[in-house]
């Protein structure tokens, strides 16, 4: 079954420490990206990464990190240095960056206690 | 600045009535806009774009450059169209660190029996 996946899809973490999220995708696309999703807020671009090995900042990129060590996989580390980390946060990918037409993965809801 | 609205947070109509989904975007370059849906307990998904021209699920939408608007419509509204619904507008051709879509911050359609 093709598509997006993304691990956890909940996730607890105590103040100070860091958490990755997952996404892996088999849908063979270049581009992908990770977006937070807050209530009254839409989505917001974390990062995005057109190729393996690149990825760029998006609007609200301190506080977090990604790796694209490989075409499939695009995890998120949420650092101790973002100060609200409590969202929902969405994975997607397109058949490259000129595509508005993401495919997004079911979410993972990080929350901090 | 690029940017998306969307007026209405929620938006609540009878079942048989029509129903219009606001969307206003700000952008200097060539627009590419397209409509996300979100229905419960599911991925948020393309429902269609305005380069297409088409009809999905009863709905279509027309980029109107004058009013920088690009409106989704539906004549008759069923209890199944109740869902998030979120408009972006593609900034690929503006380029800066924005990455590949803009979304606005969503309105909840409520389609009531």
């Known amino acids: 079954d093709g598509g997006i996946t993304q691990s956890p899809k909940y996730l607890f973490r105590k103040e100070g420490q860091n958490v990755t999220l997952s996404c892996e995708q088999n849908?063979?696309?270049?581009?992908m990206y990770w977006y937070r999703q807050d209530p009254g807020q839409g989505l917001r671009l974390i990062y995005y990464?057109?190729?393996?090995?690149?990825?760029q900042k998006g609007d609200i990129a301190e506080g977090y990190s990604v790796s694209r060590e490989k075409k499939e996989s695009f995890p998120l580390t949420v650092t101790s240095a973002q100060k609200n980390p409590t969202a929902f946060y969405l994975c997607?990918?397109?058949?490259?960056?000129?595509?508005?037409?993401?495919?997004f993965g079911e979410g993972s809801r990080l929350t901090v206690l | 600045a690029q940017r998306v609205t969307q007026p209405e947070k929620l938006l609540s109509v009878f079942k048989g009535a029509p129903v219009e989904l606001k969307c206003n975007y700000s952008y200097s370059g060539s627009p590419e806009l397209f409509w996300y849906v979100q229905y419960s307990r599911q991925r948020l998904q393309l429902l269609l774009r305005h380069i297409s021209r088409e009809s999905i699920k009863g709905f279509t939408a027309d980029l109107n450059k004058g009013e920088t608007s690009f409106h989704l419509k539906k004549p008759f509204a069923q209890e199944e169209d109740s869902a998030m619904y979120y408009c972006?507008?593609?900034?690929?051709?503006?380029?800066?660190?924005?990455?590949?879509?803009?979304f606005g911050k969503g309105t909840k359609l409520s389609v009531k029996p």
């Open positions: 990464s057109q190729i393996v090995n690149d990825f």
């Open positions: 849908l063979n696309h270049d581009a």
């Open positions: 997607a990918s397109s058949i490259n960056r000129g595509s508005g037409e993401l495919f």
């Open positions: 972006a507008l593609s900034t690929l051709n503006y380029g800066g660190s924005q990455g590949n879509l803009i």
